[in-house]
């Protein structure tokens, strides 16, 4: 039997039949150097999941159930871009009750480059449908847009008829009475369910952004043809939060919440964007002096229609004067640009007995319905940033 010689200082243990040498540990160092090795590969791993994870469009992460809390992993992101210098931008179709927040929204969209507008269609709640589209179409002509069809939904809602929108908080016109010219371009011949239907064909990849009631969406839903869109993002509800027509229901579900029931019935991929989050996101004085500093036709018309606004809100609602930025918040959700938008997960559910009707809750069992609960950052901030980035014309 050989015995153990000198191999560079350090002992050899003798060989076992075969000539394979038994196993030293030694002082620990393989030990500790292979220990080092596996939490560099663990650190390596974790970064790349970090990174996949802030990709635009990256999953929700976490648990799904009731109560489970998640997080969106929303940054801001340029648009997509595909071979040579062609932009993928995200489509849109808006479904509102042109109002003074709505109004906000669209122009932020506008000015949006991650997406593209494709469609509007109008549904009676600040304003009459009707009005509502005459106003966007006055919206896009001060903004130079002529190539975006606007539709015209329905006037009525499911349980009961239109009486009248909301002149105490939007004014008699949805605008804050700034008597806007009549846009030279009239609204689309087609009914809003029959342009919905078309561009759910035309793009696969549709983001539906309700703004108001849900009627035009429920109508869709019946239709024999409809599809599911790629995302549904609704400006609705109250969970934690209390309502703003009643102790829980707030607006755009409590004018048709048997739509709503219909609309939350279906496989969508859905988001709400309650007042539990929208309520935190405000516009006050010092804001609308900003706004009212940015050249162009768009920016001065909704600076002239926002004081209208902040004093519905002002001793109502806030202390001071502000107001909050419902329709631009869900603007920005179904954009995906927002810092770290937190949701929750469940069945979204709408009482339509007397008492809590409209009242949105929640349950277990949904894979494809969530609310955002809160957000980082500053929504104002997004808003007024994108609004000073664009080229309005005069």
Do not use: K
């Amino acid at each position: 039997m050989r015995h153990a010689g000198r191999r560079g200082g350090a002992a050899v243990p003798p060989r076992r039949a075969g000539g394979i040498r038994p196993r030293s540990h030694g002082d620990g160092t393989q030990h500790r150097r292979r220990g080092r090795r596996v939490l560099r590969r663990a650190g390596r791993r974790a970064a790349a999941r970090r990174r996949r994870d802030r990709r635009p469009g990256a999953r929700l992460r976490g648990r799904r159930g009731r109560g489970r809390r998640r997080r969106l992993a929303a940054r801001p992101r340029a648009p997509r871009r595909l071979r040579g210098d062609r932009v993928s931008r995200r489509p849109i179709l808006v479904d509102c009750d042109t109002g003074i927040d709505d109004a906000l929204a669209l122009a932020y969209l506008l000015a949006e480059p991650a997406v593209e507008i494709v469609g509007v269609t109008t549904v009676s709640g600040n304003t009459d449908a009707a009005r509502a589209a005459a106003n966007t179409l006055s919206l896009f002509e001060l903004a130079g847009v002529d190539d975006i069809p606007v539709a015209v939904g329905a006037h009525d809602f499911r349980g009961r008829a239109y009486a009248g929108g909301a002149p105490h908080v939007h004014g008699d016109d949805g605008i804050g009475g700034i008597a806007l010219a009549a846009a030279a371009r009239v609204h689309d011949a087609r009914p809003a369910v029959e342009l919905i239907d078309h561009l759910a064909a035309r793009h696969p990849d549709l983001t539906v952004l309700a703004l108001g009631p849900l009627t035009n969406l429920a109508a869709y839903a019946e239709t024999p043809a409809a599809a599911a869109f790629e995302r549904l993002v609704v400006m609705g509800g109250a969970f934690a939060h209390s309502g703003n027509v009643t102790a829980w229901a707030e607006a755009n579900i409590h004018n048709d919440p048997e739509a709503a029931a219909v609309v939350f019935a279906q496989e969508w991929d859905t988001t709400l964007v309650p007042l539990d989050v929208t309520m935190s996101q405000t516009m006050d004085a010092t804001d609308l002096v900003r706004l009212d500093a940015i050249a162009g036709a768009l920016p001065r018309a909704l600076a002239a229609m926002l004081p209208f606004y902040l004093d519905f809100y002002a001793g109502r609602v806030f202390a001071d004067r502000r107001c909050a930025l419902h329709d631009p918040l869900a603007a920005m959700v179904a954009a995906g640009v927002l810092r770290g938008v937190s949701v929750s997960s469940g069945q979204v559910e709408v009482r339509l007995e007397r008492g809590e009707r409209g009242r949105t809750v929640s349950s277990r069992g949904s894979s494809t319905q969530r609310w955002v609960r809160g957000m980082e950052g500053s929504a104002v901030e997004v808003l007024l940033e994108r609004l000073e980035s664009r080229e309005w014309p005069d």
